[in-house]
T-cell receptor
Framework: DAGVTQSPTHLIKTRGQQVTLRCSPISGHKSVSWYQQVLGQGPQFIFQ???????GRGNFPDRFSARQFPNYSSELNVNALLLGDSALYLC??????????????FGPGTRLTVL | DQQVKQNSPSLSVQEGRISILNCDYT??????FLWYKKYPAEGPTFLIS?????DKNEDGRFTVFLNKSAKHLSLHIVPSQPGDSAVYFC???????????FGTGTRLTIIP
C-alpha cells in the first residue's frame, strides 16, 4: 500500500507570492493534518481536516488556509509568503476510528524556500 | 511557550549500549505520548507510544517510560544499532484529539 504522498518535493518562491501544497492520504484514511517544521525545531500543527471539515487549527495567521476534497486529498495554501515561511511542510493522515488513539502517518514533506 | 521539551539536542552512544532519550512536558491535558524517528529527507516515522494510564510500554528494543507526577518520559533503546542514528521527536496530545505537540528533537548518533 502506498503511504502518504506529497507534492511537490521542493519549491522555491519569492516573498509576496502564493503557494499550494498537495497531499494524498493513505488509502482508507479520512483525516489529514498539516504541520510546519522550521529548521532546528519540531513540527508545528497547522490544520486538521476530517470528512472535508476543519477539525482543528494551530496558531498560524490567516495567510494559511487548507481544504480537503471528496477523495480525502488535501491542499495547503499560503498567501503573501514571508521569508519565515521557509520550512518543511508535512502532511499526516489518520484513520479516525472512534474509541482508539489514531496514530498519524507522515508523508516525506514539501521543502519550501522563500527568497 | 514550549509545552514539550527535549533538552538534549544531541546524544552519542556506542553500538550495543543503551540509548536514553528524555522528554518533559508541561500541559496536564496531555494523556497520550509518542516517539517519532526522522531520517533526513523523510517524514517522521512512528516508533512507540504510551497512554497516561500506563507507566511503561515495550516494543522489541524500544521501551518508553512515563512518570506523570514529574511530567517526564524517556525512550530506552537497547541494544543500540547503527541504523538507530536519526533525529528522535517526542510528541504529545490529549486522547481523542490527534493534534500533536512536538519537542525540538534529539539527534542520536550510534558509534560503531
Amino acid at each position: 500500500d502506498a503511504g502518504v504522498t506529497q507534492s511537490p518535493t521542493h519549491l522555491i518562491k519569492t516573498r509576496g507570492q502564493q503557494v499550494t501544497l498537495r497531499c494524498s492520504p493513505i488509502s482508507g484514511h479520512k483525516s489529514v493534518s498539516w504541520y510546519q517544521q522550521v529548521l532546528g525545531q519540531g513540527p508545528q500543527f497547522i490544520f486538521q481536516y476530517y470528512e472535508k471539515e476543519e477539525r482543528g487549527r494551530g496558531n498560524f495567521p490567516d495567510r494559511f488556509s487548507a481544504r480537503q476534497f471528496p477523495n480525502y486529498s488535501s491542499e495547503l495554501n499560503v498567501n503573501a509568503l514571508l521569508l519565515g515561511d521557509s520550512a518543511l511542510y508535512l502532511c499526516a493522515s489518520t484513520s479516525w476510528e472512534i474509541g482508539t488513539y489514531n496514530e498519524q502517518f507522515f508523508g516525506p514533506g514539501t521543502r519550501l524556500t522563500v527568497l | 511557550d514550549q509545552q514539550v521539551k527535549q533538552n538534549s539536542p544531541s546524544l552519542s552512544v556506542q553500538e550495543g549500549r543503551i540509548s536514553i532519550l528524555n522528554c518533559d512536558y508541561t500541559n496536564s491535558m496531555f494523556d497520550y505520548f509518542l516517539w517519532y524517528k526522522k531520517y533526513p529527507a523523510e517524514g517522521p516515522t512512528f516508533l512507540i507510544s504510551i497512554s497516561s494510564i500506563k507507566d511503561k510500554n515495550e516494543d522489541g528494543r524500544f521501551t518508553v517510560f512515563l512518570n506523570k507526577s514529574a511530567k517526564h518520559l524517556s525512550l530506552h533503546i537497547v541494544p543500540s544499532q547503527p541504523g538507530d542514528s536519526a533525529v528522535y521527536f517526542c510528541a504529545a496530545s490529549p486522547f481523542g484529539n490527534e493534534k500533536l505537540t512536538f519537542g525540538t528533537g534529539t539527534r542520536l548518533t550510534i558509534i560503531p
